[in-house]
C-alpha cells in the first residue's frame, strides 16, 4: 500500500512530519529565547529579533513551491524527494549551534543559525503541505488539518519542555544531539512509504516508475497563469487581507509574555518554568483544541473555528490586561500562557483548514503555500513590533509602575489586533471558490 491508497499511511507519515517540524521550533521559539531572558536578562527587542529570525525564511516558500511543483524526481513520487532532502539538511543545520559558548556574546551567529536552519524547515513544510493537499480528499482536510498541526504542537512542546529539560543538565550541543537524533528517525518515514503504488523507493531501486499522466517538468507559464487565477477572486483577495493581520497580536504577545514573566513578575519565573508551562503543561489542551477545531471546521464550518480561536484568544488578551493586579498570582499568569496557546492552536487550524479550502486551481499547492507564507509575514511584523509596541506605551510619569503599565495597555493592543481582523471573514466564500471552479472545469470539457 502507499499513502494515496492508506489512511493510516498518509495520517502517520503527514502527522510526524509535522512533529519534525516542531521539535527545533519550540527549541528556538519558547526555550533558548526563555533562557536568554533569565540567564543573560535579554530584553524585548533581542528577544522578538530571535523568534522573528525563525519566521523570515518561511518567506521564501513562494520560491520553494513553484520549483517543487515546477521539477521532481516523478519515478519517486512528486513530493518525496524534496521532503526527505529537506529532512536531511534540517538535522544537518543544528550543527551550527554547537559550541557556542557564552550565547549573549553570539547573538549575531545565533540568528544566522536560526536563519540557516529555518530555511530548510520551510521547504519541509512546502513539501509536506504540497503533499497533503495532493493526497487528502476533501472530507479529511479538517480532521487532518487538526491532526497535523496538533502533532506539530506536539513537537513544539517536546522541544520546548522538553529541551530546557535537557539544556539545564546537559548544555546546548546536547540538545543539538536530541534534535538531530529525532529529525534522522523520522525521516526514515518518507524514505520507507511510497506516495502511490509503482513508484520507486529510490532513484537506484529496481521496478517501473508509476504510470501517471504528470510530467517530471510543467511548463512555468502554466504554473504561473494557474497561479494567478487562484487569487483573482474576491474571496481569496480578501483572505490575503486576513492573512496578512492576523497575527500581528499574537507575535506581540509571544514575545512580551517571556520578559514579562521572567523579568517583571514577583515572584519571577525562571526560563524552565516558563518552558514547563508553554510546552508540558500546554501539550493536552492543545492537542484537544487542534483535533477539535479540525472536527467542528468539517461540521460546522471552518468560518466559526477562527472566530471561535481568535476572537476567544482576544478575550483572554483583554481580561488579562484588565487585571493587572493578579499577574503575579501564578495560577492566573499560567491560565493565561495556557489560553494562548490553546486558543492560538485552534485559530490556527481553522486558518489552514479554510485556507486549504480555498486554494483552487492546478497550482493549488502554491496558492495554499502562498497564504502560509503570508501568515509567516504576519507573524514576524508582530515580534519585530513587540519591542516597538511597548516602548510607545512607555509613559515615565507613571514612575516605577511606567514598565508595569506598559505591559497592561500592550495586552489591551494585542486583544484589539486579534478580533479586528475577523471582520473580514463576513465576505469569504468558500462556495465562491466552489463556482469559479466547476466553471474552469466545464470550460476545460
Known sequence: MALADNRLQRTLTLCALYVAQGVPWGFMLITLPAYLAHKYNVGDDEIGQLTAIILVPWSFKLLWAPIMDTFTIRSMGRRRPWIIGSELLMAVTLLGFWGLGDLSEKMQLLLFMYFLHNCFASLQDVCTDALAVDILPPHEQGQMNGLMWGSKLVGKGVGAWGLSIVLSHGGLEACVVVQITILLAIMLIPMLILECNGEKRFPWSKGSEAKVAAANVR????????????????????????????????????????????????????????????????????????????????????????????????????????????????????????????????????????????????????????????????HVTGNWLAGPV?????????????????????????GLLSIAPLLLLIVVSPEEVDRARDAERRSDD
Not at 243 to 248: D, E
Not at 390 to 405: D, I, K
Open 390 to 414: 511597548r516602548r510607545m506605551f512607555l509613559y515615565p510619569e507613571y514612575g516605577e509602575s511606567a514598565t508595569l503599565v506598559s505591559y497592561e495597555l500592550t495586552f489591551w493592543f494585542v
Open 219 to 378: 511548463n512555468p507559464a502554466e504554473v504561473f497563469k494557474a497561479f494567478v487565477r487562484g487569487f483573482s477572486l474576491t474571496t481569496t483577495i480578501v483572505y490575503i487581507v486576513f492573512t496578512l493581520v492576523k497575527l500581528i497580536g499574537v507575535g506581540i504577545n509571544e514575545v512580551v509574555t517571556k520578559t514579562l514573566y521572567i523579568q517583571q513578575l514577583n515572584p519571577k519565573w525562571t526560563d524552565v518554568n516558563y518552558s514547563t508551562a508553554a510546552g508540558l503543561y500546554a501539550i493536552a489542551p492543545i492537542i484537544i483544541a487542534a483535533i477539535l477545531g479540525g472536527l467542528l471546521g468539517d461540521r460546522f464550518g471552518r468560518r466559526k473555528v477562527l472566530l471561535v480561536g481568535f476572537g476567544g484568544y482576544g478575550l483572554a488578551a483583554f481580561i488579562f490586561a484588565a487585571n493587572p493586579g493578579m499577574w503575579n498570582e501564578r495560577w492566573f499568569a499560567m491560565s493565561y500562557l495556557l489560553s494562548f496557546e490553546t486558543l492560538n492552536a485552534v485559530a490556527s487550524v481553522g486558518f489552514l483548514s479554510m485556507a486549504m479550502r480555498i486554494s483552487w486551481t492546478s497550482s493549488a499547492a502554491i496558492v495554499f503555500t502562498t497564504y502560509m507564507t503570508l501568515s509567516n509575514v504576519s
